[in-house]
T-cell receptor, first 114, second 115 residues
Framework: DGGITQSPKYLFRKEGQNVTLSCEQN?????MYWYRQDPGQGLRLIYY???????QKGDIAEGYSVSREKKESFPLTVTSAQKNPTAFYLC?????????????FGPGTRLTVL | AQSVTQLDSQVPVFEEAPVELRCNYS??????LFWYVQYPNQGLQLLLK??????LVKGINGFEAEFNKSQTSFHLRKPSVHISDTAEYFC?????????????FGKGTHLIIQP
């Protein structure tokens, strides 16, 4: 079955550490996205990538970094520069061809800073 | 830039009663509209979408929504709710012809079904 996987499901980080969240999709989608979800805030876009080796900042990119070396993979690194990283992180993807326009979401990673 | 407003952060409803979750958007260009549902500690699942054509859109789990261009609204409705409908519901928009920057989401409405 095609879909998006995110790992780990739960992640704990000590202050000052960098951590990397994994996102993999086998939907052959071109574009991938990272969102951050906080209670009562909805989803906010961190980074997105429309094609391999290219990515763009979203609304809240500070303290985060990404890479897109393969079409299937779009890992997100939460750096020590991110002052309040505790949140639920969602990865999504969409096909750039056709007219479906539906974003598919992974199951999410909950990051907690200790 | 576009924006989405979900007018109610929480909606309590008795089981088997009807429900409407409100969504208004603003955009200077035409948009695609979506409703997603999120169960606790899970990702988002698409309920329904409006791309073009009929303004009444039917989705999964008995939900439907009506696109009203003059009122810039896309309210979600269900005639009879079930306990299993308890979840967070998100309205989202994406502009036509672009969308490289992803979806713009409302802040969500928590639907609480009371027995």
């Amino acid at each position: 079955d095609g879909g998006i996987t995110q790992s780990p499901k739960y992640l704990f980080r000590k202050e000052g550490q960098n951590v990397t969240l994994s996102c993999e999709q086998n939907l052959n989608h071109d574009a991938m996205y990272w969102y951050r979800q906080d209670p009562g805030q909805g989803l906010r876009l961190i980074y997105y990538s429309q094609i391999v080796n290219d990515f763009q900042k979203g609304d809240i990119a500070e303290g985060y970094s990404v890479s897109r070396e393969k079409k299937e993979s779009f890992p997100l690194t939460v750096t020590s520069a991110q002052k309040n990283p505790t949140a639920f992180y969602l990865c999504a993807s969409i096909s750039r061809s056709g007219s479906n326009n539906e974003q598919f979401f992974g199951p999410g990673t909950r990051l907690t800073v200790l | 830039a576009q924006s989405v407003t979900q007018l109610d952060s929480q909606v309590p409803v008795f089981e088997e009663a009807p429900v409407e979750l409100r969504c208004n958007y603003s955009s200077s260009v035409s948009v695609y509209l979506f409703w997603y549902v999120q169960y606790p500690n899970q990702g988002l699942q698409l309920l329904l979408k409006y791309l073009s054509g009929s303004t009444l859109v039917k989705g999964i789990n008995g939900f439907e929504a009506e696109f009203n261009k003059s009122q810039t609204s896309f309210h979600l409705r269900k005639p009879s709710v079930h306990i299993s409908d308890t979840a967070e519901y998100f309205c989202a928009v994406r502009t036509l012809g672009g969308g490289a920057d992803g979806l713009t989401f409302g802040k969500g409405t928590h639907l609480i079904i009371q027995p």
